[in-house]
């Protein structure tokens, strides 16, 4: 058995998790709901009438799920959505029930939060209270996504039974449970990856969150081995109208290799911006760059891709100024939810001190929960900020643009205004321009001051023929040596490092500095 066996605190922290990132999320439920047409439609179009069978489903899904008690009674009724087959119907969906196919959310870690607790007490009971409240979205967008595909499953089912060779309920059963597992995901450790099962608690930690769109890959690939080239095809297209090419699997990981690759051979890439080029061209390229939901204006696209699958690509980029970003994509969620706890218990505790003092207000509420690890709570603080105030700042308090109250109540409930995210697309491409230049621009210099340093002729013709070469590559970033610079760098090379240090440092300090290391330095004393 490669499965290692979950910790308890394992456990602990992937209930953290969960409730930090999908805790009462509007917007990741109706994320979640999308699942339906990027992977059940194109299973469903293997088999004769699937895809209809879907849309017809959701009809009756939606009125089960206004009366979760009567689920099995409202899809099997006479005349309805089985028609011919209701009782059969009824009593295989009572099968996938009790088997747990339909199970809305996986709550398995959350129950840790009970343990030590007695069942019963008003302790456990506010717990229970207060995790359900906090999944409900997540776990209703979930149950409507498993019914709907087990309502539409079964009747492709019936409607395919002698090609598909099924005969007795236990064979309906596996038909839909096999379909549940392909398209809503299997949350197992069993299917994890076996990296993610090998490496223990690290492994399953760097891995949560990413089950669901390794699987969906999984099953276009089987798609593909299988000859189902309608299902692959449809399951792509599907991932780029709700996604854009920029959200479709590996997408960004394949970007953050070609960017590491081609700089480290001397050239700028900036194959995002490539990408990103689209939008000059019209409805069609912007649709095809970002989806048909962004160019709605319904900001969904970067959630629903499955551009970014490889935790900590960008790490190896020449020009990342500070790969602190890319580590804490290797440390996963958990990662992230440690550095928001910490800037969340560092600002709670200015607030109380200013409270203390007499300094603090009712606003400073408001600003502490603008960062808190829970992201329902920072969503919701930073939607009231920007109702009360009518503007969006950064987490530095600069004013982005002015907000609505509509703006305001969507950002509350998760989503980010599309003018925003295409300011910041706009800004990630000209960021990643400069720090691509200012690397090359670094290192052209540093290489010039060394070779006159050196007075290494070679060496010296050797950096103007790579500047030449970067102007030539790069015409809209063209530079020319500073020899200002490099003789400001000479100097420095002459000085011994103690100077350097001392020079590195503030004035009130650099005569102390100056007498590090000295028999006679005795400022301790």
Not at 89 to 97: D, E, F, G, N, S
Request: hydrophobic share 35%; glycine share 10%.
């Amino acid at each position: 058995d490669t499965t290692a066996p979950s910790s308890e605190i394992l456990s602990k922290i992937r209930m953290i998790n969960t409730l930090a990132y999908l805790g009462f999320s509007p917007a990741g439920a109706l994320v979640n709901m999308f699942g339906l047409y990027a992977g059940t439609l194109p299973y469903l179009t293997q088999y004769s009438g699937g895809a209809g069978n879907l849309a017809r489903a959701h009809r009756f899904a939606l009125d089960a799920f206004k009366n979760p008690d009567k689920f099995l009674e409202v899809v099997s009724k006479k005349g309805g959505y089985f028609k011919g087959n209701e009782d059969r119907a009824k009593a295989i969906l009572q099968r996938t029930i009790k088997e747990g196919v339909l199970e809305d959310l996986d709550l398995n870690d959350l129950k840790t939060l009970g343990k030590g607790l007695k069942v019963g007490s008003d302790l456990y009971n506010a717990k229970t209270v207060a995790v359900n409240a906090l999944m409900s979205p997540m776990k209703y967008s979930e149950g409507f996504n498993r019914k709907t595909t087990a309502i539409a499953t079964l009747k492709t089912a019936f409607e395919n039974a002698d090609k598909l060779g099924l005969k007795t309920d236990a064979d309906f059963v596996k038909f839909v449970k096999d379909a549940m597992d392909a398209t809503q995901g299997n949350y197992s450790k069993e299917n994890r990856p076996v990296w993610a099962r090998k490496w223990g608690n690290i492994g399953e930690l760097v891995y949560q969150f990413k089950t669901y769109p390794i699987t969906q890959v999984q099953t276009m690939i089987s798609y593909i081995k299988k000859g189902e080239i309608k299902a692959a095809s449809t399951m792509f297209l599907m991932w780029t109208a709700l996604a854009g090419a920029g959200g479709i699997p590996f997408m960004e990981d394949a970007e953050d290799f070609i960017d590491s690759v081609g700089q480290g051979l001397g050239f700028n890439p900036q194959s995002k911006e490539f990408i990103n080029q689209l939008d000059s061209m019209g409805a069609g390229g912007q649709i095809l760059n970002r989806g048909l939901l962004d160019y709605a204006g319904i900001p969904l696209g970067p959630r629903l891709g499955m551009q970014d699958l490889i935790p900590g690509s960008g790490l190896f980029k020449a020009s990342n100024p500070d790969r602190t970003k890319s580590i804490m994509e290797v440390a996963g969620p958990t990662g992230s939810t440690v550095k928001n706890t910490f800037d969340f218990v560092a600002k709670a505790g200015s607030s109380i001190k200013k409270a203390v003092i007499g300094e603090g207000d009712a606003y400073d509420i408001v600003e502490t929960f603008k960062v808190s690890p829970l992201n329902t709570l920072k969503n919701i603080f930073k939607g009231i900020d920007s109702g009360v105030t009518g503007k969006f700042t950064d987490t530095k308090g600069t004013k982005i643009k002015d907000a609505t109250d509509l703006e305001a109540f969507a950002k509350a409930l998760g989503f980010q205004p599309q003018e925003i995210n295409v300011m910041y697309r706009e800004m990630q491409d000209i960021r990643s321009n400069d720090e691509a230049l200012k690397y090359f621009k670094g290192k052209i210099t540093n290489e010039m001051a060394r070779a006159i340093s050196q007075k290494d002729k070679e060496a010296q013709d050797n950096a103007k023929d790579a500047l030449k070469l970067w102007n030539e590559r790069n015409p809209s970033l063209k530079f020319g040596i500073d020899y200002s610079t490099i003789s400001k760098k000479l100097k420095g090379m002459n000085q011994n490092s103690k100077e350097k240090f001392a020079k590195s440092v503030d004035k009130s300090l650099r005569q102390r500095a100056r007498k590090v290391g000295d028999e006679d330095d005795d400022w301790f004393i």
